[in-house]
Every structure is written in structure tokens, then in C-alpha cells.
């Protein structure tokens, strides 16, 4: 039993043996040639923000197991960094012996439209001519700052009290770091959004844009003028920072007339071609502004027109207006009334459609007019008589 355990536990110690080996052999190097690379020994200021200066210092090492001959080092600083100077202790080229490590430390200068990340230093280790692979690159921070700004467009910019209208943002950062958390607040307590009071924005990169639309509405109270209304903006960059800008918005809140019709009566009911029809009405203003050049218009299904001419009408107001017309042809007839005026927004028109049966006239109808007639002409004839008579 006893051996059975010492079998197994000489099979476990030659597995962690060969993984050992492995992981030793993953990270070893020719123990009979040098081992150079670079480590940074400090970057100030971290993280770096676009346009400043920074300072590197690097150490390069030697962890193999021989000298390293006419060793040099060289920098290769690619967008956004720009070498202004170092310190030169790579100027001429060395001895670097087992173990040995030589400093060298460079004033760099950020690019200042540089955007938030992480950018790359490139060095090239040489032993006389020859680059030894692979590269070293030591990684640096740099974090912008975000400049978050508003741009507009109100779907409709010309609104009446009470009208609800919908604005277009476009979110737009044009700095250099990442914003986040954002918050679009209107500041009016005339002019209210709909729904909840404020827009959310998860994050905006540099260069980016997020659209969106929101809309509002004006209070009934409100008076006509040009309003500006704030909206308040709120973000914070990666390093927590809080920022807090305000931009205005224009609206024009004009008076808005609406024309509609109070009474239509017609009379006769049910007219005949025999009849004439005559139309009364009255239409009112139940908008908050004047209508102006208020005109009415009969239009009968034979095309004939019949206009009404009311001028201004006041809002709250109310006018009458008056047709009478002559039935052409029997059956359902439609007229049209059409409606046009001015007011702060233009031109406005709408027709309403009036159906009306006319009908033949009746036997009844004729029999009386033929009595009349007979009627007439007996008395006529009858005075005829009288006057030859007395002569």
C-alpha cells in the first residue's frame, strides 16, 4: 500500500518537473550572450495631458550572461510626442557588462490636439550596428479634456401659446478627453419639457456626436414675444473632473387666430328647383390672435363661386354671414365653403363640404300655380268686361 502512494506521488513530482522546465525554458535566454532591455523608471507627470511636457526616465539593463558591446539606444517618439531633449548618455556607444545598467531620461512635449489613450514609446537596443528584436515600448497615458458643445434645430422655431414643438440636439465633443455622464437640463419655467426634465448621455469620445430630439411645450399663459431659454449642460471627464456649461435657444411664440363655424342653417330643408336657398352662419375666432382678410366662400357643384367678405375678425369674436343661391339641377348637391385668412403664422384656407338634396317640384305644386294662374286671368278678364261695359 505503501509503495502504491510512492508511485504516485513520483509520477506528480516528474509532472510539476516538466512544467517547471517548460515555464523556465519560456523564459530563459542564452545564458553565454547579453540580455538587454528597457524598464521605465519614472514618467511625469502620469497620466499627461495634451500640450504638456513630460518627463521618461528609462533604465536599460543587461540580464544576460556577457557583455554587451558598443551598446546604444536610440528613441523613436512617434505621434503625439515630440522629443525637445535627453540626456545624452547614450551619445556615444558602451560597454554594458553582466548586470550592469546605464539611465538615460528624455523632456518630451505632448501634441495638443492629442486625444485620450494610451501611446506608445518605441525603443531600438543596438550592440554596434545591429538592432537586437525585439523592440521595447513603454506605454503612456494621456488623458484630454472633453469640450462638450450644444448645436440646435428646432423643427418649428415659430410656436403659440400652449403648442408643443420639438428640438434637434446634436451633443458634439470637440476637446481632446472622453466625457461622461452627460446631462442636458432646460432651464425655463415657461417653456417645459415633455416627459422626464432631462436627457442622459452615457459617454461622448473626442470628435464624436450624439443626436437627439426632445420636445416641448409652451405654457398657455405665455405671452407673444422672442424668448431664449437656457439649457444647462453637465459632464465629467475620466479623471472626475466636472464641468458645466449653458447654452440658449431661440423661439418666436406668435398669436395664432382659429376660424371655425359657430351655426349653418339652410332654408328650405329640402329645396326644390322651384325655390331659392338661402344660407345664414355664423363663424368665429376662438384663437388667441386676429384674423385678418377673413373671406368666405360658396362654391357650388357647377362650379359657381358666391364670396362673403368679413374682413378682421378679432379673437374671441364672431361674425355672420349670409348666401342665397338657385338650385340648377335635382338630387344630392355639394357645395363647398371655404375659409381664408391671415394671422402672425400666414396664410391659412380649409374648405367644408355642405350636401343638400333638391328635388322636383310637386303636382301639388303645379295644380296651385295653374289655379293661381286661372285665378288671375278670370279676374282679369272679368275687370276686361266691366270697362267695356261702362264705355
Same mark, same amino acid.
Given at each position: 500500500?505503501?509503495?502504491?502512494?510512492?508511485?504516485?506521488?513520483?509520477?506528480?513530482?516528474?509532472?510539476?518537473?516538466?512544467?517547471?522546465?517548460?515555464?523556465?525554458?519560456?523564459?530563459?535566454?542564452?545564458?553565454?550572450?547579453?540580455?538587454?532591455?528597457?524598464?521605465?523608471?519614472?514618467?511625469?507627470?502620469?497620466?499627461?495631458?495634451?500640450?504638456?511636457?513630460?518627463?521618461?526616465?528609462?533604465?536599460?539593463?543587461?540580464?544576460?550572461?556577457?557583455?554587451?558591446?558598443?551598446?546604444?539606444?536610440?528613441?523613436?517618439?512617434?505621434?503625439?510626442?515630440? %522629443?525637445?531633449?535627453?540626456?545624452?548618455?547614450?551619445?556615444?556607444?558602451?560597454?554594458?557588462?553582466?548586470?550592469?545598467?546605464?539611465?538615460?531620461?528624455?523632456? $518630451?512635449?505632448? =501634441?495638443?490636439?492629442?486625444?485620450?489613450?494610451?501611446?506608445?514609446?518605441?525603443?531600438?537596443?543596438?550592440?554596434? =550596428? %545591429?538592432?537586437?528584436?525585439?523592440?521595447?515600448?513603454? #506605454?503612456?497615458?494621456?488623458?484630454?479634456?472633453?469640450?462638450?458643445?450644444?448645436?440646435?434645430?428646432?423643427?418649428?422655431? #415659430?410656436?403659440?401659446?400652449?403648442?408643443?414643438?420639438?428640438?434637434?440636439?446634436?451633443?458634439?465633443?470637440?476637446?481632446?478627453?472622453?466625457?461622461?455622464?452627460?446631462?442636458?437640463?432646460?432651464?425655463?419655467?415657461?417653456?417645459?419639457?415633455?416627459?422626464?426634465?432631462?436627457?442622459? @448621455?452615457?459617454? %461622448?469620445?473626442?470628435?464624436?456626436?450624439?443626436?437627439?430630439?426632445?420636445?416641448?411645450?409652451?405654457?398657455?399663459?405665455?405671452?407673444?414675444?422672442?424668448?431664449?431659454?437656457?439649457?444647462?449642460?453637465?459632464?465629467?471627464?475620466?479623471?472626475?473632473?466636472?464641468?458645466?456649461?449653458?447654452?440658449?435657444?431661440?423661439?418666436?411664440?406668435?398669436?395664432?387666430?382659429?376660424? #371655425?363655424?359657430?351655426?349653418?342653417?339652410?332654408?328650405?330643408?329640402?329645396?326644390?328647383?322651384?325655390?331659392? @336657398?338661402?344660407?345664414?352662419?355664423?363663424?368665429?375666432?376662438?384663437?388667441?390672435? =386676429?384674423?385678418?382678410?377673413?373671406?368666405?366662400?360658396?362654391?357650388?357643384?357647377?362650379?359657381?363661386?358666391?364670396?362673403?367678405?368679413?374682413?378682421?375678425?378679432?379673437? =374671441?369674436?364672431?361674425?355672420?354671414?349670409?348666401?342665397?343661391?338657385?338650385?340648377?339641377?335635382?338630387?344630392?348637391?355639394?357645395?363647398?365653403?371655404?375659409?381664408?385668412?391671415?394671422?402672425?403664422?400666414?396664410?391659412?384656407?380649409?374648405?367644408?363640404?355642405?350636401?343638400?338634396?333638391?328635388?322636383?317640384?310637386?303636382?301639388?305644386?303645379?295644380? %296651385?300655380?295653374?289655379?293661381? $294662374?286661372?285665378?288671375?286671368?278670370?279676374?282679369?278678364?272679368?275687370?276686361?268686361?266691366?270697362?267695356?261695359?261702362?264705355?
Amino acid at each position: 500500500m505503501k509503495s502504491k502512494y510512492q508511485i504516485i506521488f513520483s509520477i506528480l513530482l516528474i509532472v510539476i518537473s516538466l512544467f517547471s522546465i517548460t515555464s523556465v525554458s519560456a523564459n530563459t535566454y542564452n545564458t553565454d550572450s547579453p540580455y538587454l532591455r528597457v524598464v521605465a523608471e519614472e514618467i511625469s507627470p502620469e497620466p499627461v495631458e495634451p500640450g504638456q511636457d513630460v518627463t521618461v526616465k528609462i533604465r536599460l539593463i543587461n540580464e544576460g550572461g556577457d557583455s554587451g558591446e558598443e551598446v546604444s539606444l536610440k528613441l523613436n517618439a512617434g505621434y503625439p510626442f515630440f %522629443i525637445k531633449t535627453e540626456s545624452n548618455n547614450f551619445e556615444n556607444k558602451r560597454t554594458l557588462c553582466v548586470g550592469c545598467s546605464i539611465d538615460n531620461t528624455y523632456y $518630451l512635449v505632448v =501634441d495638443a490636439n492629442a486625444k485620450s489613450g494610451l501611446y506608445p514609446l518605441d525603443f531600438e537596443i543596438y550592440e554596434g =550596428d %545591429i538592432i537586437i528584436k525585439p523592440t521595447d515600448t513603454i #506605454n503612456i497615458k494621456i488623458v484630454g479634456k472633453p469640450d462638450i458643445i450644444l448645436e440646435t434645430k428646432i423643427i418649428e422655431s #415659430n410656436v403659440s401659446s400652449g403648442d408643443k414643438f420639438i428640438i434637434s440636439f446634436d451633443a458634439r465633443n470637440i476637446g481632446t478627453g472622453i466625457a461622461r455622464n452627460i446631462k442636458v437640463t432646460p432651464q425655463s419655467d415657461n417653456i417645459l419639457m415633455l416627459g422626464s426634465n432631462i436627457n442622459l @448621455i452615457d459617454e %461622448i469620445n473626442p470628435n464624436k456626436t450624439v443626436s437627439f430630439n426632445s420636445e416641448f411645450i409652451v405654457k398657455e399663459s405665455l405671452e407673444p414675444d422672442t424668448y431664449k431659454f437656457p439649457i444647462k449642460l453637465n459632464y465629467v471627464d475620466e479623471q472626475g473632473n466636472t464641468y458645466e456649461t449653458s447654452f440658449d435657444i431661440g423661439v418666436n411664440v406668435l398669436d395664432r387666430a382659429d376660424i #371655425n363655424f359657430q351655426s349653418i342653417k339652410i332654408t328650405p330643408l329640402i329645396p326644390t328647383l322651384a325655390d331659392e @336657398i338661402h344660407m345664414e352662419g355664423i363663424i368665429e375666432n376662438t384663437g388667441t390672435g =386676429d384674423a385678418d382678410k377673413v373671406t368666405i366662400e360658396l362654391i357650388t357643384e357647377e362650379g359657381k363661386s358666391y364670396k362673403s367678405f368679413i374682413g378682421q375678425l378679432k379673437a =374671441d369674436d364672431d361674425s355672420p354671414f349670409y348666401f342665397d343661391t338657385k338650385p340648377e339641377s335635382i338630387g344630392m348637391q355639394t357645395a363647398t365653403l371655404r375659409i381664408s385668412y391671415y394671422d402672425d403664422f400666414g396664410f391659412h384656407t380649409y374648405d367644408t363640404s355642405i350636401e343638400n338634396e333638391v328635388r322636383k317640384p310637386t303636382n301639388n305644386l303645379i295644380t %296651385i300655380i295653374i289655379i293661381v $294662374l286661372i285665378v288671375f286671368s278670370g279676374i282679369g278678364y272679368f275687370y276686361y268686361k266691366k270697362k267695356k261695359v261702362k264705355k
